[in-house]
C-alpha cells in the first residue's frame, strides 16, 4: 500500500513527457498491426513466388511465431537492462528491413529465416510497449491498455486495404510490402527522441516474489488459445472466402480488412465498457459472440454475406478478449516485465501453432476446417478462464469487488 502512496499524486511537470511516452507507444504497436495482418492477404502470392502449396507457406507463420517467442522472451529483458526507447526503435528498424526483404525473397527457405527475424522484432516490441506503457502509468493503465491494442488493430486494419490496392500496382506484393515497411521505419526517429521511463528491476523483482506460478501459467495458456484463435481466422479467412469462390482476391483482402477493422472498433468501444463491467462478463459476452458468429459463418459457407457478417460478428467479439485478460490478471496477482514476458510467449505459441495446424489441414480437407478448430479452441479457452476464476478466487487476495 505504501507503494501505491508514493504514486497517487500526479506530477505536473511530467504529465507532457508522459502523452508523449504514451503516443509513441501507440504509434509503435500501430506499426506491429501493419506489419502482422500483411501476411493472410499475401500468402497465396508468397507460395506462388517461392513455388511451393499452400501447406508449405502456412509455415511461415509457425516461423514467425516462434521468432516471437524467442523475441518475447529473451530480448524483453533488454527493456531491465538499456533504455526502453532504444529497444523500441532498434526493433522498428529491423522490422522495416524484415518487411523490405521480403520483396527480394525467391525460396521459402529466406522467406522462413526472414518471418523468424521479423517475428523477434515484433516479439521484443510487443513485450516492451505492454510493459513500458505499464511503467508510465502504473495502477491507471487499464483505460491504456485498451486503447495499446485498439491502435494494434488500427495497423492492422490499414494493412489489408494497403495490400489490396497495392496488389492492382504492376509490382503487386512487393509494391505493399515496401509501403508497409516505408510506413514502419517512419515511426522509429520518434521514438528515440523521446526520453525513456526509468528502468524498474527493484519493482519487478518484488513483484514476482510470491507470485503464484499456477495462474500465470493459467494466464499465458489462455492467450495462447485465443492468440492462436484470432491470428488462425485473420490470417486464413482470405483463403478460406477464395477456395470457397464466394469472392476474388481483392473481396477477400477486403474481407480480411472486415475482421481487423471490426476488431479495431470492438477495442474502441471497449475502453469505456471496461470502466463499467467486470472483466469476467466482459470475457464471457466476447467468447459468446465468437461462437455465435462462428456458427454462422459454419451453416452458410456459400453466402458472402453471412461470412462477412460472421467475420465482422467475430471480429467484433474478439476485439477486448486480450486486454481485459491482462485487466483480468492485474486484479489478481502483481504484473511485472517478467509476468508479462510469459504471457508473450504464450500468445506467441499460439500465433504459431493453430495457424500452422489450419494450414496443415486447410488442403486436405474442406475449408471449414477452419471454423471447426478456432471453434473447438476457443471452446477449451472457455474451459481454461472457468479454471483461472476458480483458483484464482480461491488463493488470490483479489483488490477490488469483481
Known sequence: MAASATIAPMNSAAVPV??????????SIL????????????LQGLADKSQTDLSGISYLFTARSFGMLLGSFFLSRLYDRKRGHTVLAVML???????????VAATLFLLIAI????????????AGTNTLLTWIHKERVAPYMNALHFFYGVGATLSPIIVAQALQSPRGIAASYLILALLTLLIAPFVFRVASPPIQIAATNSATEKLDYRLVLLVAFFLFLYVGAEVGFGGWIFNYAVKLQISDAQMASYLTAAFWGALTLGRLLSIPLAAKLRPRTILLIDLSGCFLSLLLIFLSPASF???????LGIGLSMASIFPTMLTFAGRRMQISGQVMGWFIVGASLGAMFLPWLIGQLFDRLEAHIMTLLIAADLLIALGVFAALFIFSKKGQVVKENL
Open 31 to 42: 506499426a506491429f498491426g501493419l506489419t502482422s495482418a500483411a501476411l493472410g492477404p499475401t
Open 18 to 27: 508522459r502523452r508523449s511516452q504514451t503516443i509513441i507507444y501507440f504509434a
Open 115 to 126: 518471418m523468424v527475424l521479423l517475428g523477434a522484432a515484433e516479439g521484443a516490441l510487443d
Open 93 to 103: 528498424l529491423v522490422m522495416a528491413i524484415m518487411m523490405a526483404l521480403v520483396t
Open 305 to 311: 454475406t453471412a461470412v462477412a457478417i460472421g467475420t
